[in-house]
């Protein structure tokens, strides 16, 4: 998505195809509807699956304790196809047809926009689970919408200094061109600003791009060498990067940094292939009160997953589905309004990580701690776990990286 008007032409689109809104679900029904709105197909497929996962194991954990408000939680599941229009009518389908009562999911950022935008006119609580433009809760925010992932803004701030310091500043960016990489290296060219570094140019980069020879052909030849290039690319995309790099013998020639690293795209190449250092949303090997049980949880329900730990997705999905389910019962409704109220201002201590996580009520972001890792050296790797494929250099509290309200341009609509 290249920008807002293309996204808001993508969902006007989708609601002439499905029509207006005629019906909503009511406090009334037997069962609380959930409508899990995530990729099964498309650039983000494999994220996706992981993020399905943790919702199913917060609903089966709230429905096995009772439930909310003393009626169980149905999942009804649909696919974005990684698109913005199949997202929106996928949305409006949750809302008119099947009467959900909230919507959860995503992974990309431009699919969560045309989301937001139709929960908002269908006055339907949805929790953006796993996307990191600043958009999304930015020009984009909502009073519907809350985000539960680090927007860009947090983790660059978070990581990119600490690349700054260590490898140098004259950086080259790749940015997968749609919302989210442009709002990862735009935050980057922030911080080199500030730095004083060389911005060295920028490959954009297409959706469902698998042969990167002629960007890492241009990359070997450029002058000056850069310190380091700094990736907002992700999903399958990244994961045929990673093989490239390897095959072209970059990983030795040349430093990599990403804005974020999701576990699934280097388990899907193997640790011995990815590459980098980056920011991540959470670690499976976090030692915080909680991690090991939600890891063995995993692995007795998903013995047979396509990924062996629950990975940053994964943990999300079930952080969101698990808080907007608790926030019902705290509101004693399933009221819009009442769910809202609920949701802001926030604080979760149960949140596997160092520090308590907090749901901002004047933009929706949920501020959290954010980890500075790497990719293990062959020599680490061999020594340890095979499926523990990150070294953790440390962490930053969501608090000191998040944007101000000086900062971002949010404005939450009145409450309806």
């Not at 909230?102 to 935008?117: P, T, W």
């Not at 442009?182 to 080199?192: D, M, N, P, Q």
């Not at 980069?205 to 000056?224: A, G, H, M, Y």
């Not at 690319?233 to 940094?257: C, V, Y």
Request: hydrophobic share 40%; aromatic share 10%.
């Amino acid at each position: 998505m290249k920008s807002r008007d293309k996204i808001m032409a993508l969902f006007a689109a989708a609601l002439l195809v499905v029509g207006g809104f005629t019906t909503h679900a009511t406090a009334e029904d037997n069962e609380i509807r959930l409508g899990v709105i995530s990729p099964a197909s498309g650039n983000y497929a494999d994220l996706g699956a992981a993020e399905r996962r943790g919702i199913t194991m917060a609903v089966e954990e709230i429905n096995a304790a009772g439930g909310v408000l003393g009626k169980q939680i149905k999942m009804i599941v649909e696919d974005t196809e990684t698109n913005p229009a199949a997202g929106a009518r996928k949305a409006q389908k949750l809302i008119e047809r099947d009467k959900v009562h909230f919507m959860l999911g995503a992974v990309s950022s431009s699919v969560a926009i045309a989301i937001s935008e139709v929960a908002q006119r269908g006055n339907t609580v949805y929790l953006n689970t796993n996307t990191n433009s600043d958009e999304c809760t930015g020009i984009h925010c909502h009073r519907t919408n809350f985000r539960v992932g680090p927007n860009n803004h947090m983790l660059v701030y978070a990581a990119a200094p600490y690349m700054a310091k260590e490898f140098g500043k004259n950086w080259y960016f790749i940015t997968h061109d749609y919302t989210w990489g442009r709002s990862g290296t735009k935050v980057f060219r922030e911080i080199l600003e500030k730095e004083g570094g060389n911005d060295l140019g920028e490959a954009l980069i297409p959706l469902n791009t698998r042969d990167f020879s002629s960007f890492l052909i241009k990359i070997r030849n450029l002058k000056p060498k850069p310190d380091i290039i700094m990736c907002t690319i992700g999903g399958l995309d990244r994961s045929a990067m990673f093989e490239q790099i390897r095959q072209f013998g970059m990983d030795k020639d040349f430093r990599w940094g990403f804005s974020l690293m999701d576990y699934g795209d280097a388990y899907a190449v193997g640790a011995d292939k990815a590459v980098g250092v980056f920011a991540a949303e959470w670690y499976h090997t976090i030692d915080a009160p909680g991690v090991k049980e939600f890891v063995a949880n995993y692995k007795k329900r998903w013995p047979d997953a396509g990924f062996p730990v629950p990975e940053n997705n994964t943990y999300q999905g079930y952080i969101g589905a698990r808080e907007l389910l608790r926030a019902a019962q705290r509101a004693g409704s399933l009221e819009t309004n009442k769910v809202i109220k609920a949701l802001e201002g926030w604080t979760i201590t149960d949140n596997m990580k160092p520090n308590p996580t907090y749901i901002r009520e004047w933009d929706h972001q949920f501020i959290q701690d954010v980890v500075i890792a790497r990719i293990k050296t062959a020599e680490e790797l061999a020594q340890g776990d095979k499926d523990d494929f990150y070294k953790i250099i440390g962490f930053v509290e969501g608090k000191d990286v998040a944007q101000t309200r000086e900062e971002n341009p949010c404005q939450l609509e009145d409450y309806k």
